[in-house]
């Protein structure tokens, strides 16, 4: 019988009744007292000079109280970028400035040039758009190749080219691996296209920002992944007010997906402005404000080469790819295409050689950024298009050519030639899962029915690893981290027993509400509903990271783990002192304290009311509280896998596909609560498959963006989609965390496009 | 600026609105409804889709006029009396039919609707009637198990 609570059990999620009942409470439906409204003025054009702006028309229109521009902004920092990549010859990357407003030229459709609180947001957007511009259109960069081309024009004046970097690696690879392909007995050859994505969290982007004149105390309320790295990055990098004067808090949060984890220039914007006019300041995207404003994601262009020997084993691969960075750079976008994604290109298999260069690239187009997955999606479509081509060219099974290459579950731990080690996996248990799931045995017989009805079917195959739970922060800091990638977990017991869970990651859709609960009741032995998670303000509790990276289990939660240790450690000392005996002697479970060997006992009440009603208590050699903070910093990277299959139907005379089946076998080491699980690889199948068949964002050659509003920007609804068969039976445990998790937020995006 | 009265949930509400006023904005900035969500500016994607009358609407391609002597009902209407979760949103629950949920209250308003006219919806039946409601985080799975279990339950 499954477990009712703790880890494994399929508790459902505490947080939906409000969701349910419209009760859930995100930035949107926040309104503050005395609140004004910001609306900004964005760029039509995707590159050019501000010839004139004129704001003194509009700051006369009603109910307007303040307009800003660039010049506002000018002493103030500009947005930051996370990772700073060194490229093949050593030289940092080039790292133009991106400026809160528009500093004279707009680089983008979307960019903002000033910015009108009101006291209305018609009001607000009236005067906004009554602001006299005039701008001298400048040619516009689109095309990544054309953009390196000599005497292209530049995105930023500043730099010397459009290239942020050119980077290689391992770059002492690069000649065994031009060798072996030379020698190869077969090279197979690929250029795809890794189309641009909107990431389209359901939520639009909001913030609030507010000024307490009483303290000179900022509040940002903000539609972030990450509220403690946004009070970092505006309150050091951007704003300049320390942190201890600004709070940020990012109550429900309606998606993600990567693209809440910038910190953007409306954040910005509200906190600064709140100062100013001494009053708070709204701001709510349009839809179509963020489809022009909102990180996307993906855009690559490579070119692979794999080497093989005549028995189809993997000699060398060598990767050539264009990243698209969009006008200015965002907080992961350097590190997607490199760390996230050169490091991946060993995939599941054994190649020994391998080399990859990327080529970073400014355009005039949105700023591009993490998305689900994020740069391993992109080396993952490319290893497994290439495999097929290879199978195909070579007269070879698809399936077959891959088992032949796969990391046997004997050699873990297993040194990749891409700098990962990965810990565990057994990657031909997740494929012999998915032969069965999918009845793959059973193809020839559907393709035999379609075929009777006119229509085509086919099955595809791909097998997949990726790194995720960022991040060993020693190891991501020599790859050009700016900051460390630990996560930071609080345990207060309160007097009564009832316990405040602090975490410093960020739920948005996770169901961390109901998970890390689980985790604790399972070590303190107690009931689920006397623990509360508590998240998403900066006032409340330890420094953290934030969540993406599908890093919230493997390092939020075992940074949780480690602080119910502690507490659990200071508790056995109570519980000692209460029965007079020695700790040593105290065993803990099922929450009750006992003295081996002894009928004593003390329930885990007592030794909470007894922490902080010390009346009787050894206050020279134990504090009174129960109250335990961890860090927890992770030793490496974790190693989720899987193996997916679609099955489609193609109709010959109309070309419509149609996706009759999909089926993840999924190894995310052990879960926690298998309804989430599979509701992330569900959300993560659709975003994927989104992108195989229906989703793509359109630029014209004056870089406007035609894929602009749900119109026209393919979102994949209800019917687009069969049931999906996920299946995380296969666990090979995560070696180097408590819980043996691996994560499972991005697993369905990368493995399926 | 003219007033309009509309029964919401079973209440009479008034107030004062604009030619240009939604009925989105009205459930939302004037009674405090915000369980009724904006998702998008082109009426694509559902996440304010209310009952105007017993028929679903988007709230964000009405105008709040227009809805004036109506009888609205929101995602705050949905719960039984005693406050418990309605069949259908307990449904969701159970179905883990929601992630981040913000498309879920217009989700849950249209699977009202459906099963209001088709009490035993087809897996086919259902997703197509889902055709203006976008979700982002559960690949639409749960949300049709979801509205499968709620007509097997009601």
């Known amino acids: 019988m499954p477990k009712d609570q703790g880890i494994g059990a399929p508790v459902k999620r505490r947080e939906d009744v409000r969701f349910l009942t419209g009760k859930g409470r995100y930035v949107d439906d926040m309104n503050r007292p005395g609140q004004a409204y910001a609306w900004f003025r964005r760029s039509d054009v995707a590159h050019g000079t501000i010839a004139r702006l004129d704001t003194s028309a509009a700051a006369a229109m009603p109910g307007v109280l303040k307009i800003f521009t660039g010049d506002d902004f000018k002493e103030k920092g500009g947005l930051p970028c996370g990772w700073q990549v060194t490229d093949r010859f050593g030289n940092p990357m080039q790292e133009p400035r991106h400026p809160v407003l528009a500093e004279g030229v707009v680089r983008h459709v979307g960019d903002m040039i000033a910015a009108v609180v009101a006291e209305t947001p018609e009001q607000a957007r009236d005067a906004a758009e009554a602001i006299e511009i005039e701008i001298e259109e400048l040619p516009a960069v689109l095309d990544m190749k054309e953009a390196l081309a000599e005497g292209a024009p530049k995105v930023h004046e500043s730099l010397t080219s459009n290239c942020c970097y050119d980077w290689g690696f391992i770059e002492d690879n690069r000649q065994a691996v031009d060798d072996a392909i030379a020698g190869a007995h077969h090279v197979t050859t690929l250029e795809l296209v890794n189309n641009r994505l909107v990431p389209n969290a359901m939520e639009p982007r909001a913030a609030i920002g507010e000024f307490d004149a009483s303290s000179d105390d900022y509040t940002l309320y903000s539609t972030t992944q990450n509220p403690h790295v946004i009070r970092l990055m505006m309150g050091a990098f951007v704003l300049g007010i320390p942190e201890h004067k600004l709070r940020v808090v990012a109550p429900d949060v309606g998606g993600g997906f990567g693209s809440k984890i910038y910190h953007y220039g409306e954040e910005a914007f509200v906190t600064y402005a709140a100062g100013v006019v001494k009053r708070p300041v709204k701001w709510t995207a349009t839809r179509s404000e963020s489809f022009i404003t909102d990180a996307q994601g993906r855009d690559h ?294 003295v081996s060997g002894t009928d004593k006992s003390v329930a885990w009440g007592d030794v909470c009311l007894t922490a902080y009603v010390p009346h009787n208590y050894p206050i020279e050699t134990l504090e009174p509280g129960l109250e335990e ?113 691996k994560g499972c937020g991005e697993a369905g995006a990368i493995g399926s496009p | 600026m003219p007033a309009i009265t509309v029964t919401v949930n079973g209440r009479s509400a008034s107030g004062e609105v604009e030619g240009r006023t939604l009925l989105v904005q009205f459930l939302r900035e004037t009674l405090g409804l915000t369980g009724t969500h904006v998702g998008c500016d082109t009426a694509q994607c559902g996440a304010c889709v209310v009952h105007v009358n017993g028929t679903a609407v988007k709230a964000c391609a009405m105008l709040a006029a227009e809805a004036d002597g109506a009888n609205v009902v929101t995602i705050e209407g949905m719960a039984n009396d005693d406050g418990s979760l309605g069949v259908i949103q307990q449904a969701f629950q159970d179905n883990h039919g929601l992630q981040c949920g913000f498309c879920t209250p217009g989700m849950v308003m249209s699977a009202a609707a459906l099963l209001a006219e088709n009490k035993n919806p087809s897996e086919t039946e259902i997703r197509e009637y889902l055709e203006g409601n976008i979700c982002r985080c559960t690949g639409y799975h749960n949300i049709v198990k979801s509205i499968q279990a709620a007509a097997a339950a009601s």
């Open chain 1, 629 to 741: 903070t961890a860090f927890y910093d992770p030793a490496n990277f974790t190693f989720p896998s899987g193996a997916y299959g679609c099955e489609v139907e193609v109709d010959p005379d109309t070309g419509v596909v149609e996706v009759v089946g999909f089926y993840a076998a999924d190894d995310f080491g052990t879960v926690m609560n298998p309804l989430i699980v599979d509701g992330q690889v569900h959300g993560g199948l659709a975003q994927g498959i989104g992108q195989a068949l229906m989703e793509h964002t359109v630029y014209d050659e004056a870089g406007q963006l035609l894929t602009g509003s749900y119109m026209d920007y393919t979102m994949p609804r209800a019917d687009d989609f069969p049931m999906f068969q996920v299946d995380h039976s296969c666990v090979t445990p995560c070696t180097h965390n408590p819980l043996g998790a």
């Open chain 1, 301 to 594: 262009v490579t070119k692979m080469d794999l080497a093989l020997d005549a028995d189809g084993n993997f000699l060398a691969m060598r990767v050539d790819t264009y990243a698209n960075m969009g006008a200015y750079l965002r907080l992961f976008s350097t590190s997607v295409p490199t760390y996230l994604y050169g490091t991946l290109m060993a995939g599941v298999y054994k190649t020994p050689l391998i080399y990859t260069n990327v080529k970073a690239v400014f355009t005039n187009t949105v700023p591009v950024d993490a998305y689900r997955g994020a740069g391993r999606p992109e080396a993952t479509y490319q290893i497994e298009r290439i495999i097929d081509l290879a199978a195909a060219e070579m007269g070879m099974d698809p399936i077959a050519l891959r088992r032949k290459n796969f990391i046997g579950k004997d050699e873990f731990p297993y040194q990749t030639p891409v700098a990962l080690v990965y810990d565990t996996g057994d990657f031909h248990a997740v494929l012999d899962k998915l032969m069965e799931i999918s009845d793959h045995a059973g193809l020839p017989a559907r393709k035999a029915e379609s075929a009777a009805r006119g229509k085509l079917r086919g099955f595809g195959v791909s097998t997949w690893v990726e790194a995720c739970g960022l991040a060993p922060s020693a190891l991501v800091g020599s790859l050009g981290a700016r900051a460390g990638l630990y996560e930071s977990a609080t345990i207060r017991v309160n007097p009564t027993g009832g316990i405040t869970v602090f975490t410093g990651c960020h739920s948005h859709g996770q169901g961390h509400a109901t998970v890390f609960p689980q985790i604790v009741a399972e070590m303190l032995g107690v009931d689920e509903s006397t623990i509360e998670l508590s998240h998403g303000d900066t006032a409340a509790g330890s420094f953290g990271m934030g969540s993406y990276g599908s890093r919230s289990l493997p390092v939020g939660g075992t940074a949780i783990v480690k602080a119910t240790e502690k507490v659990i450690a200071k508790a056995k000392k109570i519980a000692a002192h209460l029965m007079e005996a020695s700790e040593t002697d105290v065993e803990f479970a099922n929450g009750t304290f006992t």
